[in-house]
């Protein structure tokens, strides 16, 4: 998890702590994360991970 949160704190300019968060859902195949960090909206469009920053987009996903 550690060398792909390095890979992908260079690819999207993130902080460490932000890399190894975005890391952790890639290595789980954990397909949401919910944040109201803007700086995950890029990086999970990017990456195929749902970024639920909202109330209206967390009743979005739940009703799919």
Same mark, same amino acid.
């Given at each position: !998890?550690?060398? #792909? %949160? @390095?890979? #992908? %704190? ?5 902080? *460490? ?5 975005? %890391?952790?859902?890639?290595? @789980?195949?954990?397909? @949401?994360? !919910? ?6 909206? !890029? *990086? ?5 991970? !749902?970024?639920?920053?909202? %109330?209206? &987009?967390? &009743? ?5």
């Amino acid at each position: !998890i550690l060398n #792909l %949160a @390095y890979n #992908l %704190a260079k690819v999207h300019n993130l902080l *460490p702590n932000d890399a190894l968060i975005l %890391a952790t859902c890639k290595h @789980y195949g954990i397909k @949401y994360l !919910i944040s109201i960090d803007n700086d995950f909206a !890029i *990086p999970c469009e990017k990456e195929g991970i !749902i970024l639920i920053n909202s %109330a209206e &987009k967390l &009743k979005e996903v739940l009703n799919r």
